[in-house]
């Protein structure tokens, strides 16, 4: 039997958020996986840190994500681009939108250059640890890093978001899990968690004793906790998503006017309703599948598009080939091409509740940690933190 401070059960983004905080901190850790590696919601993402859409206490988990993100990348050697993320604009209730953002975010505001010049602008303000990713982020666009997308005539605008990241999902996970393994974690890959007691995680390859231990295991919650499940109304959200071939560079994340429907921040954004009513009634079945159009490029120049959303609580294992048509002849519009070479294709889940992050304690010394929101990648390590805070005072 071993013996470690932590226990933390699953290997994806959160799980691993909490290993590298507590290693950090000193303690020992173990972390137990049931598949041979992570292969769930952490390596089928767009690999993008959307830190400025988000708003409430998800912002400050996400500029808190943003700071590891960064050393992570540095000590792990994963790839990362600090690109920022383009929202584009497409009609005029959106470019209001974009205004209206401008006003409680660092962005900055970009015309079309074929209706005028690149008339840039600053707007809020920034810390100090944030100035150098903005003036690297603002002297890569006078050299277009969009692939000339901006020049689509049907793009009236967009608003550069200069602190997002990208990564790429299928290797950075991964990386963060070697980097640990090197600090000292343990890690019991193919291992099934079989129960969580006080100090004690029994597991099918035997048991671990411990201090506290986090369950981190996204959309399975309810496999471990099923009334802490039902009372926080966790269901599954399947994503449809595709991999597809593009021969340019497009540096920045793109997001689009269904976007905006599907982050927070927006939310508070007046013109938003326009965005929403005109959207239900031009597209209304974008709208009914949950649909965010937007895409990231990953290293080898393809991009990662999507993607809609269907909520259950268990995922239907039939696929329709609808949602993917409608995904990529959209994505097709915005790019201005007239079809698009599908290289991938899968469906990612997550776990979905009305409360973007779930923290319970189903036993003494034990934290049930998922985010309920789709913005892991984003915010799990800005979470991660708060967590340890709370549960070191009980160990």
């Not at 792990?76 to 006003?103: I, M, Q, T």
């Not at 602190?163 to 790429?168: A, S």
């Not at 640990?180 to 974690?185: A, C, E, I, S, T």
Request: charged content about 20%.
């Amino acid at each position: 039997m071993t013996s470690v401070d932590l226990v933390v059960v699953g290997a994806g983004v959160v799980g691993l958020a909490h290993a590298w905080h507590a290693v950090r901190r000193g303690l020992s850790v173990a972390v137990v996986e049931r598949d041979e590696h992570a292969v769930g919601a952490s390596v089928r993402n767009f690999g993008h840190g959307c830190f400025t859409a988000q708003d409430g206490v998800a912002f400050s988990y996400a500029m808190a994500a943003r700071v590891e993100w960064l050393t992570l990348a540095r000590e792990a050697g994963f790839w990362l681009r600090e690109s920022g993320s383009l929202v584009v604009a497409r009609e005029e209730d959106e470019l209001a939108v974009l205004e209206e953002f401008a006003e409680v975010r660092d962005v900055e505001l970009l015309n079309n250059p074929t209706r005028g010049s690149f008339n840039k602008r600053r707007v809020g303000s920034l810390n100090n640890a944030n100035v150098g990713s903005l003036n690297n982020a603002r002297a890569g666009l006078f050299n277009d890093p969009t692939g000339g997308l901006l020049n689509n005539p049907s793009i009236l605008g967009a608003a550069h978001l200069p602190l997002d990241i990208r990564v790429n999902p299928r290797e950075a996970v991964h990386a963060i899990a070697r980097l640990l393994k090197d600090r000292g974690v343990t890690f019991h890959w193919s291992t099934n968690v079989l129960t969580v007691e006080p100090g004690l995680v029994r597991t099918s390859r035997g048991e671990i004793r411990c201090r506290a231990t986090v369950v981190a295991v996204g959309h399975d919650v309810d496999r471990f906790f099923p009334e802490i499940a039902e009372e926080r109304d966790v269901q599954r959200c399947q994503l449809r998503m595709l991999r597809v071939a593009h021969g340019g560079v497009i540096d920045p994340a793109v997001l689009t006017g269904f976007s905006m429907l599907r982050y927070d921040a927006f939310a508070r954004c007046p013109s938003i309703e326009k965005v929403r009513r005109r959207l239900t009634h031009d597209h209304p079945e974008l709208v009914e599948a949950g649909l965010n159009l937007m895409f990231t490029q990953l290293p080898d120049g393809s991009l990662t598009i999507g993607d809609t959303h269907h909520y259950s609580r268990t995922v239907d294992p039939y696929r329709t080939e609808d949602l993917d048509d409608l995904v990529l002849t959209e994505t097709a519009r915005l790019l201005g091409v007239p079809s698009l070479h599908v290289l991938e294709r899968w469906r990612g889940v997550y776990a979905s509740a009305p409360e973007p992050f779930l923290t319970a304690t189903p036993v003494p010394l034990t934290r049930a940690v998922s985010v309920t929101s789709g913005i892991g990648m984003t915010t799990a390590l800005g979470l991660a933190p708060a967590v340890l805070d709370d549960l070191l005072q009980e160990m």
